[in-house]
């Protein structure tokens, strides 16, 4: 009953039940204040009536005894006239008030005055003795009988206000008792009914916190199950129930909306991921409910096209430039190797001219015959031999290769080395090699030949340029878990620290720009780390700089 009520109504039922125990309690305050009222009012009665019957009677009674003795005992006939006329003021004044005691009293009144009057009657006959024995006998007996009940009439009246009073406070400790009762009876029916109403008012409150709690817990992290149990389960008629109908119709609204455009975030999250594996056919194709997440829709497909279309341009333009960069790579190697090929070839054209001066001055002494000239004939074949298996040498050094395969680490350190090694000793530069026991990994043997070439040549660059005193190049192949180690060493000197960022960058040279182009570490970052699937550092050590290899086992 109470839920299809109105907050208002809810309200006024609480002030109003309120207002009733207010008014319950005043109207029984009010009712115990007037019997406390009447009750004091009883004992003032009382009290006043003690006090009447002490001033009316008693007292007045007594002055009536005295001036009857004083008549008695007056000496001359004046002062009794005197006393005689005050006596009968006095009977007169109090013969009413005696009359309206009780029937007995007002018996014994009279016949006290009628035994005043005998006394007076003997005065008159001057029978003073008479009227002195009577006022100490029968006068006086009757006037304490006359006492006595006015004594009983003022106990009675003692008696009657003792009990009012202690009734009256009776009563007053009973109200109280009533009212504590009467108070923890309406507190409790307040609190109860307040308390009822209370509770279904914030019962309603808690389910519309515990709802919009939900639905902002579904906003944070949106999900298709949040979704189908949001809601606010409010049925009450009252101003909170049609809030919750309204939060309820809202959220529906909104979790539609939020949906719609779920789909259209999940669509554009896949499609960025699909841009990180190279996808750039993508597009978005579900629309939101909101207008940013369509523009964004809108920009990022836009975005999309001109990213596809810089990416094949700079995929074009990077072609381009490796192409370019291969180039000048080969053209470097041809210039490195025609060097080497010059250094290796110095000691054979050196034989062959001296083979040639032999010939010609035999020939001028003419000391010159054919098993001389065959001779040397044969010896000039072998040098040329030699010559022409050094530029096969270079050849197959320099041809790529097609396909991964396994090859022996040390045999390609052994073919890079010895093709620079003619050079290396022309420029007086001390060369070993250690290895420690034959190691095979998978890759491309030619290739990872040229990387180590290119470290060795710019070893020997940088010697040669700083003219370094004892100069040596130290190479040195280890087996490690998993990776094989090569270590290329040289006392160069080292590596500068504003250079020692950039020296894998394509182009970058310490050299003067006609003795380098900069792309032999370049290359040999490329070859070991995209082709070999390994990794390349470098480092300064006490003496120079330091080159590690490091190559998965196969």
């Not at 009279?110 to 007076?120: F, P, R, S």
């Not at 995929?315 to 025609?338: V, Y």
């Not at 490329?526 to 390349?536: D, F, L, R, S, T």
Request: glycine share 4%.
């Amino acid at each position: 009953m109470i839920k299809y009520l109105s907050m208002r109504y809810k309200f006024f039922l609480m002030a109003s039940l309120g207002i009733c125990a207010i008014v319950t309690l005043s109207f029984l305050a009010f009712d115990i204040t007037n019997k406390g009222v009447v009750n004091v009012n009883n004992v003032f009665e009382g009290s006043k009536r003690v006090q009447t019957i002490q001033q009316t009677y008693i007292l007045p009674l007594f002055k009536l005894r005295e001036q009857s003795l004083s008549l008695i005992m007056a000496p001359n006939e004046d002062l009794r006239k005197d006393i005689l006329t005050k006596i009968n003021e006095m009977h007169l004044q109090m013969e009413t008030p005696f009359s309206k005691l009780p029937a007995q009293v007002y018996s014994q009144w009279k016949n006290y005055v009628g035994l005043i009057l005998a006394n007076q009657a003997y005065l008159k006959e001057d029978f003073e003795e008479g009227a002195f024995i009577n006022a100490n006998t029968a006068e006086r007996d009757q006037f304490y009988a006359l006492m006595d009940s006015l004594e009983v009439l003022q106990q009675n009246e003692l008696t009657h206000s003792s009990e009012t009073y202690s009734k009256a406070n009776r009563e007053a400790i009973n109200s109280r008792y009533f009212i504590a009762v009467w108070l923890i009876i309406i507190v409790l029916l307040t609190f109860m009914f307040g308390f009822f109403i209370a509770k279904n008012i914030v019962d309603s409150i808690l389910h519309v916190r515990r709802g919009l709690r939900e639905f902002f817990d579904y906003l944070k992290s949106p999900s298709t199950e949040e979704a189908t149990r949001i809601h606010i389960p409010l049925t009450n008629k009252d101003e909170l129930g049609d809030m919750a109908r309204q939060i309820n119709q809202n959220i529906e609204i909104i979790q539609a909306n939020l949906e719609q455009d779920s789909k259209l975030i999940e669509d554009a999250t896949n499609v960025v991921e699909d841009l990180k594996l190279g996808n750039l056919n993508r597009r978005l194709v579900a629309s939101g409910n909101s207008d940013q997440l369509n523009l964004l829709k809108a920009v990022m497909n836009e975005m999309l096209d001109n990213l596809e279309l810089r990416i094949q341009q700079e995929i074009d333009e990077r072609t381009r430039q490796e192409q370019l960069l291969i180039q000048q790579s080969k053209l470097a190697a041809m210039g490195n190797m025609i060097g080497n090929i010059a250094h290796q070839w110095r000691q054979p054209l050196g034989e062959i001219n001296a083979l040639l001066m032999i010939i010609q001055v035999r020939q001028h002494f003419d000391d010159f015959n054919e098993a001389f000239l065959t001779e040397k004939i044969d010896e000039c074949n072998r040098i040329t031999a030699y010559m022409s298996n050094t530029i096969s040498d270079f050849q197959n050094f320099f041809k790529p290769s097609k396909d991964k395969e396994i090859f022996e680490i040390n045999d390609a350190c052994e073919r890079a080395s010895s093709i620079i090694q003619a050079s290396l000793r022309y420029h007086s530069i001390e060369f070993s090699f250690e290895a420690s026991e034959t190691i095979q990994v998978l890759g491309y043997p030619n290739e990872f030949a040229q990387a180590l070439l290119n470290i060795l040549s710019n070893a020997k660059d940088v010697l040669t340029d700083r003219q370094i005193e004892n100069p040596f190049i130290h190479m040195s192949v280890k087996n490690g878990e998993k990776y094989t180690l090569i270590k290329i060493e040289d006392n160069g000197g080292g590596i500068s620290k504003e250079h020692f960022e950039r020296i894998f960058e394509p182009y970058f040279t310490t050299k003067h720009a006609k003795q380098g182009t900069g792309i032999g570490l370049y290359m040999t970052k490329m070859i070991i780390e995209n082709n070999m699937n390994g990794i390349v550092t470098v480092k300064n050590t006490e003496h120079g700089a330091l080159f590690t290899i490091k190559i998965k086992h196969h």
